[in-house]
């Protein structure tokens, strides 16, 4: 985790102990910001190679196609699977939305990364809401991908 900066970034709990794994890492914005940005540039964070290319380049591939999904989160619907992470058909957009409401996402197209961060975790997101946001982020950046 120091090779992207990830400093306030943990996978114990305030006592020392092992969070659960399907929880992921304990983090803040500013670190998830890094990692995303690593991932953005391909593996690369500050000119250091943390993930090779290819890695990153399978992570964001179509995984499971032939598969069914039982659960989908209502703003990950028609998405499709990658390796932890959730990609739009044409591969532009990549997100990992969460059970807690955290929308971490990568707009290919764009070049950026961003985090939405819900007020209160652990509850149904007000519909469309992750829409929105990032309907205006589109707005002000532009869309050179038409």
């Known amino acids: 985790m120091r090779p992207c900066k990830m400093r306030g970034t943990s996978f114990t709990n305030e006592n020392g102990g092992a969070i659960n794994a399907a929880d992921g890492a304990v983090t803040t914005p500013n670190d998830f910001i890094n990692f995303l940005g690593m991932i953005l540039n391909k593996g690369n964070f500050e000119g250091k190679q943390v993930l090779s290319e290819k890695s990153v380049h399978e992570m964001e591939s179509l995984q499971f196609a032939a598969l069914p ?19 739009s058909d044409d591969g532009r957009i990549v997100t990992s939305l969460n059970m807690s409401g955290l929308w971490p996402f990568i707009d ?39």
């Not at 999904?69 to 990609?87: D, F, M, Q, R």
């Not at 939405?116 to 002000?140: A, H, N």
């Open 69 to 87: 999904v039982k659960y989908v989160p209502n703003e990950s619907a028609g998405l499709k699977t990658g390796l932890g992470c959730w990609i």
């Open 108 to 146: 290919r197209c764009r070049n950026y990364a961003g985090i939405l961060v819900p007020k209160t975790t652990l509850s149904d997101p007000k519909p469309g809401l992750y829409s929105q946001f990032k309907e205006k982020l589109d707005v002000s950046f532009g869309d050179p991908c038409k």
